[in-house]
């Protein structure tokens, strides 16, 4: 779905795909969230940073 959309937003897909990893820990969706983390093909300090605060801000201290 990101490929579809980054283009076309002019946004590129690991920025798009950080936030959408940020979206599915704030409505408590732990699984989806390391499930697009884990295929995201490039990942840099924002998605790694990304990935650990919000998995630490909802006590996921073990998946870190």
Known sequence: MGRKIAPWLGVEVWRLKTAMVVGYVKVGDMV???????EMPQRNVASWNAMIWDFVKVGGFEQC
Do not use: I, N, P, Y
Request: charged share 55%; no cysteine.
């Open 32 to 38: 989806e969230a390391k499930r697009l983390f884990d």
